[in-house]
């Protein structure tokens, strides 16, 4: 997956920054993404879905709701 951003990308990261290399660019691109994704599923780890959900439906549904 981070490959393939990075591949399909590439073009537009050289035009952006100084980047002149597309192999490069495609590098670093993946790297991002490597590491944002990474980041994006500690935080769900750690995020109370159920509570979430609940809170949601209770908002939406229940005493904390228009009606």
Do not use: H, Q
Not at 36 to 64: M, S, Y
Request: include cysteine; hydrophobic fraction near 55%.
């Amino acid at each position: 997956m981070s490959w393939s951003v990075g591949y399909v990308c590439a073009a537009e990261v050289v035009r952006l920054t100084p980047i002149k290399s597309t192999g490069a660019a495609a590098f670093l691109l993946s790297l991002l993404l490597v590491t944002g994704a990474l980041a994006l599923v500690e935080r769900a780890k750690a995020f109370d879905f159920a509570g979430f959900f609940a809170g949601l439906i209770n908002n939406l549904f229940g005493k904390g709701g228009k009606s």
